[in-house]
């Protein structure tokens, strides 16, 4: 019997259905490019027990502007422990994470907790270092060469003494003359003529006060001022008034007259017509002593000895004694003497009080000086702390 020698033939792969795999290949590609192929997968958090979507791949919501550039429009708030997106919880100690709820966070603890100190200790460093760099510029303002007071007498043109017994403020014209001027002008007139605007002297208290007022009106620094220290001492008529008087000087100081810091400051310092707050008067004395006023600036040179600072003492000193406070001199000695401050240290003061003296100094001024006691312009040796309260 004859064999059937005829040999299977091999089955060809069948075309349709690789045109289906090819399509179904096609088709993915086709929604994974158009954004519909997004992960769809669950998780669940194992503190909250919630069910959440996975976030490898979290999709964020795009703008695209003008030059084609992609803008995100939704900052999302991303779960420490679980990644559960809207996470509100923040950490109580380092504000930098957050969670879902308070048993993310309380499972998270362990694993936060080692940045979250290290991120507080690197916080507390850059404050310090914010601190100290801030008090360093302030020192430097504060130490540096003051300006000089322009301030001269508008008839001898020499320099005004810092001490008000040098000079009078005058109300007719608003001048500030010195002690020489007026007294050469009362020894040559029979009668009381300001010696600027030869204006007769108000011969009333209650002319004084309304002349003032005048200059006053016309916001002049000065003139309030000079009424502030009316009512510090109840001069004219006027009640002693410091609360009164305090509000005045802050109006001067607003206005511009600088001169006001040191009386402000000894209100605040002693608790005269105010709370006493330190940390205000050291302010305000500092602010007058950097204008180049030398009586604020002695009370901050005391202030540092008294608490034991005395390199800021010396400091302090030095600058006052350039401006002719010669109390100054005094405590630079006492520096000296206690060996906190070198020889050559107060030969510098004792020489810089001298050329402030040979600025200020006049015949005319040395003989008001010797025949009226009220017209000293230069500060005893016997005077105290005292100058750093009104001194007019």
């Known amino acids: ?54 976030t490898d791949n979290v999709a964020s919501t795009n703008n695209i502007d003008e030059g084609g550039i992609g803008i995100s429009d939704i900052s999302l708030s991303i779960c420490a422990n679980c990644s559960k997106e809207g996470a509100n919880n923040t950490c109580n100690k380092c504000k930098q994470v957050k969670y879902c709820n308070a048993a993310c966070k ?81 020894m040559t007139s029979a009668s009381k003529l300001c010696p600027f605007c030869r204006i007769p002297d108000p011969e009333s208290d209650e002319l004084i006060i309304k002349r003032l007022q005048k200059r006053i009106d016309a916001a002049d620094a000065e003139a309030i001022n000079t009424l502030a220290f009316f009512y510090t001492n109840g001069y004219f008529g006027l009640p002693q008034d410091r609360a009164k008087a305090l509000e005045l000087r802050h109006k001067a100081l607003d206005l511009g007259c600088f001169e006001a810091c040191c009386n402000i400051g000894s209100a605040y310092d002693s608790g005269l017509g105010v709370e006493r707050d330190k940390e205000k008067a050291n302010y305000y004395y500092e602010l007058g002593a950097m204008r180049g006023y030398v009586e604020p600036r002695l009370c901050l040179g005391i202030e540092e000895m008294i608490v034991g600072n005395m390199d800021r003492a010396l400091k302090h000193l030095m ?51 010797a025949a009226r006691e009220d017209y000293k312009y230069i500060m005893d040796h016997s005077l105290t702390r005292a100058v750093c309260g009104d001194h007019r």
């Open 319 to 369: 600058i006052a004694a350039e401006g002719g406070q010669n109390f100054s001199l005094d405590q630079i000695k006492r520096l000296y003497l206690d060996g906190d401050a070198t020889k050559d240290d107060y030969t510098k003061a004792l020489q810089a009080y001298q050329t402030y003296l040979g600025e200020i100094r006049s015949p005319q001024r040395d003989e008001a000086a």
């Open 1 to 54: 019997m004859a064999r059937n020698k005829s040999k299977a033939k091999p089955s060809r792969p069948d075309k349709s259905k690789g045109s289906k795999a090819k399509e179904s290949n096609g088709l993915a590609s086709d929604m994974s490019s158009s954004g519909l192929g997004e992960m769809t997968s669950k998780k669940e958090c194992t503190s909250c027990e919630q069910k959440l979507e996975n």
């Open 106 to 186: 309380k499972r998270h603890r362990h694993k936060h907790k080692k940045d979250c100190e290290e991120y507080l200790s690197h916080i507390a460093k850059l404050r310090e270092e914010d601190i100290k760099r801030a008090a360093e510029l302030h020192d430097k303002e504060l130490f540096k060469q003051p300006p000089t007071i322009e301030d001269e007498c508008p008839i001898c043109f020499l320099r005004l003494p810092y001490l008000k017994t040098g000079g009078r403020y005058q109300s007719c014209c608003g001048k500030n003359i010195c002690c020489g001027c007026i007294y050469a002008g009362r």
